[in-house]
């Protein structure tokens, strides 16, 4: 109940694309659900987040898309570019324990010209 | 802005030597944590410090050891490393529900 599964697991998208990362979970406690983004050789940061009160948060070329009723959640980057190359954990935790934020196992993504 | 410090970067050890991976952060944040990072698996909880003064085993701490030596500071201890031991290790802390992390430690168990 405590696992939240990603996939793909790697992806690769042509420059000015759309890319697509997609999680479910079981737990229904959490209520928070945010993405990190983690370049080579740095720590995860910060991307985008999102609370179940919600179906959509955008931040530039990043969306995340939410469906409560299915538990699933994504992220969508609009016009990829080479830069957005990194790898993307998708985690949910609730207010009752931020300590324990479950992290999913990572999408690689590669953006070509 | 330093946000979250680790050392060392790099470390090679023996099987069953010991060693001591260094945190500290500078945001003033109560809460901390060790995770490391295998290929497929994501982030793994180790241990974490919810405030100065008190510690709390994660979702994968037989092996390790950690202290909370000020507020600043959290380390995490290898006593006797083991291969399965080779991993990325990444401390963070966290404000509310906004976690930061530092730049990780690459340790390498031979």
């Known amino acids: 109940q405590q696992q939240v599964k990603q996939s793909p697991q790697s992806l690769i998208v042509q420059k000015g694309g759309i890319s697509i990362i997609n999680c479910a979970y079981e737990?229904?406690?959490?209520?928070?659900f945010p993405w990190y983004q983690q370049f080579p050789g740095k720590g995860p940061a910060l991307l985008i987040a999102?609370?179940?009160?919600?179906s959509e948060k955008k931040e530039g070329r990043f969306t995340i898309s939410f469906n409560k009723s299915a538990k699933q959640f994504s992220l969508h980057i609009m016009d990829s570019q080479p830069g957005d190359s990194a790898t993307y954990f998708c985690a949910a935790s609730s207010g009752t324990s931020y300590d324990k934020v479950i992290f999913g196992p990572g999408t690689s993504l590669s953006v070509i010209p | 802005n330093a946000g979250v410090t680790q050392t060392p970067k790099f470390q090679v050890l023996k099987t069953g030597q010991s060693m001591t991976l260094q945190c500290a952060q500078d945001?003033?944040?109560?809460?901390m944590y060790w995770y490391r990072q295998d290929p497929g698996m994501g982030l793994r909880l180790i241990y974490y410090?919810?405030?100065?003064?008190?510690?709390d085993k994660g979702e994968v701490p037989n092996g390790y050891n950690v202290s909370r030596l000020n507020k600043r500071e959290f380390s995490l201890r290898l006593e006797s490393a083991a291969p399965s031991q080779t991993s990325v290790y990444f401390c963070?802390?966290?404000?509310?529900?906004?976690?930061?992390f530092g730049s990780g430690t690459r340790l390498t168990v031979v």
């Open positions: 410090s919810a405030s100065e003064g008190t510690t």
């Open positions: 945001m003033n944040h109560n809460s």
């Open positions: 963070a802390s966290r404000t509310l529900n906004s976690y930061t």
């Open positions: 999102i609370r179940p009160d919600v």
């Open positions: 737990n229904t406690a959490f209520d928070y």
